[in-house]
């Protein structure tokens, strides 16, 4: 691989806080090991001609759209909020969240928001304005700077805040009456980036080993053994990426028959492969996938 000159350096953002260590394993995974210290923002990383840093993720996503940095991971709601234009190239499904709006069970008619003027408490507050309008409520925005579930109901009507399981919410006496849109990790690039050949060609063989990574998590390999008269059956039992991989045994018996299967249908494939005929079932877990 023939690094870049220095002038085309690929200057790569990792978020620090909750994303960091599913980033930084997500990485691993790929071969792309990142050698950082407790507090050391500029860690090294096992891929040619990217320059790293440690940053917030909201910052991510302004030098992104700036064009100081050309790619980095960072939450989909924020890049939402900023209404940044960026390129997306990989939904991680990292650290998922729902933003939703919430409110005390209390102040609900009939399970919506009375009809009356309202105080709507968040951090996110182009997303809420945008709420408000779709929602024609007469609202006023509170902006919220953390621990925005316990304004509810002395200081605020109603939040609009991101949520993963809800609990947090309940333990604040807020019920869930709208979502406003679903999040997780993803990774983004700059256009700038984009638009220079030699960065865009760094960009992409970088995709394309972290998204190997993500293919896979969501496969598993199933290897079975079977007899001639039932290939037939057992192939049709198995959803695979393309066609299976179909070997025949020493013996001359039968066939050894491999697939990489969505892992939420192995449940059902398994029993399928077993009454179709098929013998000696293996599951294993790929490193990676490329398609």
């Given at each position: 691989?023939?690094?870049?000159a220095?002038?085309?350096?690929v200057?790569f953002a990792?978020?620090?806080?909750?994303?960091?260590d599913?980033?930084?394993?997500l990485l691993?995974?790929?071969?792309i090991a990142?050698?950082?210290s407790?507090?050391d923002?500029?860690?090294?990383?096992?891929?040619?001609?990217?320059e790293?840093?440690?940053?917030?993720?909201?910052?991510?996503?302004?030098?992104l759209e700036?064009?100081?940095?050309?790619?980095?991971?960072?939450?989909?709601?924020?890049?939402?909020?900023s209404?940044?234009d960026l390129v997306?190239?990989?939904?991680?499904?990292l650290?998922?969240?729902r933003?939703?709006?919430?409110a005390?069970?209390?102040?609900?008619?009939?399970?919506?928001?009375p009809s009356?003027?309202l105080?709507?408490?968040?951090?996110?507050?182009?997303?809420?304005?945008r709420?408000?309008?779709?929602?024609?409520?007469?609202a006023?925005?509170?902006?919220?700077?953390?621990?925005?579930?316990?304004?509810?109901?002395?200081?605020?009507d109603?939040?609009v805040?991101n949520t993963a399981?809800?609990?947090?919410?309940?333990?604040?006496?807020l019920?869930?009456?709208?979502e406003l849109?679903?999040s997780?990790?993803?990774?983004?690039?700059?256009?700038?980036?984009?638009?220079?050949?030699?960065?865009?060609?760094?960009?992409?063989?970088?995709?394309?080993v972290v998204?190997?990574?993500l293919q896979?998590?969501?496969?598993?390999?199933?290897?079975?053994?079977v007899?001639?008269?039932v290939?037939?059956?057992?192939?049709?039992?198995l959803?695979?990426m393309?066609?299976?991989t179909?070997?025949p045994?020493r013996?001359?018996?039968?066939y050894a028959?491999?697939?990489?299967?969505p892992?939420?249908?192995?449940a059902?494939?398994?029993?399928?492969i077993?009454?179709?005929?098929?013998?000696?079932?293996?599951?294993?877990?790929p490193?990676?996938?490329?398609?």
């Amino acid at each position: 691989m023939t690094p870049l000159a220095s002038t085309e350096t690929v200057r790569f953002a990792i978020p620090k806080g909750r994303m960091y260590d599913h980033v930084v394993r997500l990485l691993a995974d790929a071969g792309i090991a990142v050698s950082a210290s407790a507090r050391d923002y500029r860690p090294t990383i096992a891929f040619d001609a990217f320059e790293v840093k440690v940053l917030k993720p909201r910052a991510i996503i302004e030098m992104l759209e700036a064009g100081s940095r050309d790619l980095g991971f960072a939450g989909a709601d924020w890049v939402a909020e900023s209404n940044a234009d960026l390129v997306e190239l990989l939904d991680t499904r990292l650290d998922p969240v729902r933003l939703i709006a919430a409110a005390p069970e209390s102040i609900l008619e009939d399970g919506r928001l009375p009809s009356r003027p309202l105080v709507i408490a968040s951090e996110y507050g182009e997303l809420t304005n945008r709420w408000i309008a779709r929602r024609g409520l007469d609202a006023t925005l509170l902006r919220s700077y953390g621990a925005t579930e316990v304004l509810p109901p002395e200081d605020a009507d109603c939040i609009v805040d991101n949520t993963a399981s809800g609990a947090t919410l309940a333990a604040n006496g807020l019920i869930i009456i709208d979502e406003l849109m679903r999040s997780s990790t993803r990774l983004y690039a700059s256009r700038t980036a984009m638009d220079c050949p030699i960065k865009r060609d760094a960009i992409e063989r970088f995709v394309m080993v972290v998204g190997a990574v993500l293919q896979a998590r969501k496969r598993v390999m199933v290897e079975v053994n079977v007899s001639a008269d039932v290939l037939d059956a057992v192939v049709a039992a198995l959803p695979c990426m393309r066609e299976p991989t179909i070997s025949p045994l020493r013996s001359s018996t039968g066939y050894a028959v491999k697939a990489a299967v969505p892992r939420n249908e192995l449940a059902r494939v398994i029993p399928a492969i077993k009454r179709a005929g098929g013998t000696d079932i293996v599951v294993t877990t790929p490193e990676q996938i490329v398609p």
